[in-house]
């Protein structure tokens, strides 16, 4: 077995981390679990952070548990909140249990016969035949409300400013995950809880948890963080201009996916690399170092947004999505978007303002007021568009036209769009039905 330890803390990968956690990795063979609350029926980036944590696990010859949580998503995780979450329909919450799931079974094979195998749980299924007596007299009796109140998430709901305070519903919830660690202490030897640094408290309170209910037993129970991601210039991770960047490809295209990742600065590039690649360490630091030698070439931003959207989608969706980036830039880009496929092509174009024609309307010829203003409106009048013209900025497909340039269908691309330009910053679409 690998140094597990080892290889996350030159990553950037360790934030908290109970002692003996090492040495018992180091050791033999240990079971692992992070939780994942099903909060909607996907995962986004931000959550990249524990399955590839769980991947390194594995990798390192340990075997890691995946919780989803049917449970605790009914009440919510009041961590780094200032308010009540929203409770969840039945339906909604189980339409996101198992959208969580097949979304880890891509990275993790639950399926697999080695003795590391990873292994999939829900904890509805051990805490719905649960009664609250039953619970508030073996769970909560261990625990005492001064503990409860010691932590970070309980205190900053119940004393920050601009909060609403907490209900009972929410604070029972590091109980409810306390006790998940230890239903797999038990039943699957678990002795490893790993998550982000805001889970410490609750993580914490599911090693004292199992220590409490096995007095006079000898009981292992450990816990490691990583930190919560962050970007340079202080903005939050995982956010885009559409929102959050989501793992599955029909809430964020791959080619979206691609560019977040492509577009990352220089400085958070040198971070993420590490964090998010299993890239080894004698590669990292000579990109690192080719990078800084000529960072006009963006090698970091390229390695990066290679490696990422393989993980993540696959080899041949990378070079999908490569290609059609390199066409926006390319000097003959007629012919070379001709050769993306419409689902390609309409990621690239994901937003765009678009209009539809009938093929009849365009048989005759259009002309580049109507198709800036007079038909579709996306300049303000036909005297915007007809300055737009007259100073040169307009563009179909990347090629400058003038105020007296007719479009056929010989400007259509794949018999049926055109790719409109006034200057660097407004695209529209022109769709031919």
Same mark, same amino acid.
């Given at each position: 077995?690998?140094?597990?330890?080892?290889?996350?803390?030159?990553?950037?990968?360790?934030?908290?981390?109970?002692?003996?956690?090492?040495?018992?990795?180091?050791?033999?063979?240990?079971?692992?679990?992070?939780?994942?609350?099903?909060?909607?029926?996907?995962?986004?980036?931000?959550?990249?952070?524990?399955?590839?944590?769980?991947?390194?696990?594995?990798?390192?010859?340990?075997?890691?548990?995946?919780?989803?949580?049917?449970?605790?998503?009914?009440?919510?995780?009041?961590?780094?909140?200032?308010?009540?979450?929203?409770?969840?329909?039945?339906?909604?919450?189980?339409?996101?249990?198992?959208?969580?799931?097949?979304?880890?079974?891509?990275?993790?094979?639950?399926?697999?016969?080695?003795?590391?195998?990873?292994?999939?749980?829900?904890?509805?299924?051990?805490?719905?035949?649960?009664?609250?007596?039953?619970?508030?007299?073996?769970?909560?009796?261990?625990?005492?409300?001064?503990?409860?109140?010691?932590?970070?998430?309980?205190?900053?709901?119940?004393?920050?400013?601009?909060?609403?305070?907490?209900?009972?519903?929410?604070?029972?919830?590091?109980?409810?995950?306390?006790?998940?660690?230890?239903?797999?202490?038990?039943?699957?030897?678990?002795?490893?809880?790993?998550?982000?640094?805001?889970?410490?408290?609750?993580?914490?309170?599911?090693?004292?948890?199992?220590?409490?209910?096995?007095?006079?037993?000898?009981?292992?129970?450990?816990?490691?963080?990583?930190?919560?991601?962050?970007?340079?210039?202080?903005?939050?991770?995982?956010?885009?201009?559409?929102?959050?960047?989501?793992?599955?490809?029909?809430?964020?295209?791959?080619?979206?996916?691609?560019?977040?990742?492509?577009?990352?600065?220089?400085?958070?590039? $040198?971070? =993420? #690399?590490?964090?998010?690649?299993? /890239?080894?360490?004698?590669?990292?630091?000579? +990109?690192?170092?080719?990078? !800084?030698?000529?960072?006009?070439?963006?090698?970091?931003?390229?390695?990066?947004?290679?490696?990422?959207?393989?993980?993540?989608?696959?080899?041949?969706?990378?070079?999908?999505?490569?290609?059609?980036?390199?066409?926006?830039?390319?000097?003959?880009?007629?012919?070379?978007?001709?050769?993306?496929?419409?689902?390609?092509?309409?990621?690239?174009?994901?937003?765009?303002?678009?209009?539809?024609?009938?093929?009849?309307?365009?048989?005759?010829?259009?002309?580049?007021?109507?198709?800036?203003?007079?038909?579709?409106?996306?300049?303000?009048?036909?005297?915007?568009?007809?300055?737009?013209?007259?100073?040169?900025?307009?563009?179909?497909?990347?090629?400058?036209?003038? $105020?007296? =340039? #007719?479009?056929?269908?010989?400007? /259509?691309?794949?018999?049926?769009?055109?790719? +409109?330009?006034?200057?660097? !910053?407004?695209?529209?679409?022109?769709?031919?039905?």
């Amino acid at each position: 077995m690998k140094n597990l330890i080892e290889e996350l803390r030159w990553r950037g990968m360790v934030h908290d981390i109970m002692p003996g956690t090492e040495e018992q990795l180091n050791n033999e063979v240990t079971t692992a679990y992070i939780g994942f609350d099903p909060t909607s029926n996907s995962l986004h980036i931000g959550s990249l952070v524990p399955i590839i944590l769980l991947v390194h696990l594995q990798r390192a010859g340990h075997k890691p548990v995946a919780l989803v949580g049917g449970a605790t998503g009914m009440i919510g995780d009041p961590s780094g909140k200032s308010d009540e979450r929203n409770l969840l329909d039945e339906a909604t919450l189980n339409s996101n249990v198992e959208g969580i799931k097949n979304v880890l079974s891509r990275f993790l094979d639950f399926n697999s016969k080695d003795n590391n195998a990873p292994i999939l749980v829900n904890n509805y299924d051990w805490m719905k035949d649960f009664s609250f007596i039953d619970f508030a007299r073996d769970v909560g009796k261990r625990i005492t409300v001064n503990y409860m109140m010691s932590k970070d998430s309980v205190k900053k709901r119940l004393f920050g400013e601009d909060t609403v305070g907490m209900s009972f519903t929410e604070f029972t919830y590091q109980l409810i995950q306390g006790y998940d660690f230890y239903y797999l202490h038990k039943h699957f030897n678990c002795v490893l809880q790993m998550g982000g640094s805001d889970q410490w408290g609750n993580i914490t309170t599911g090693t004292e948890l199992i220590r409490r209910m096995n007095v006079g037993v000898d009981t292992k129970a450990f816990a490691m963080t990583c930190p919560l991601i962050t970007k340079a210039d202080g903005s939050k991770f995982g956010k885009s201009e559409g929102g959050n960047v989501w793992l599955d490809a029909d809430k964020t295209s791959v080619y979206k996916f691609y560019q977040f990742w492509l577009n990352t600065s220089d400085e958070d590039a $040198e971070k =993420y #690399i590490k964090i998010f690649t299993f /890239l080894d360490k004698t590669t990292i630091d000579k +990109l690192i170092a080719e990078h !800084k030698s000529a960072p006009h070439l963006r090698i970091l931003q390229k390695t990066l947004a290679e490696e990422v959207t393989t993980f993540v989608h696959s080899k041949s969706d990378f070079e999908n999505a490569e290609r059609a980036s390199s066409i926006l830039f390319s000097k003959s880009f007629k012919e070379d978007i001709q050769t993306l496929d419409e689902g390609t092509f309409l990621e690239v174009f994901e937003g765009v303002p678009q209009f539809e024609l009938s093929s009849t309307e365009f048989s005759e010829g259009f002309d580049m007021v109507a198709a800036l203003s007079a038909k579709t409106n996306f300049l303000s009048s036909n005297g915007e568009a007809r300055r737009a013209l007259k100073e040169n900025a307009v563009m179909v497909n990347k090629e400058k036209v003038s $105020e007296d =340039y #007719i479009l056929t269908t010989s400007d /259509l691309i794949n018999n049926r769009y055109i790719i +409109l330009n006034r200057g660097k !910053k407004q695209t529209f679409i022109l769709k031919v039905m």
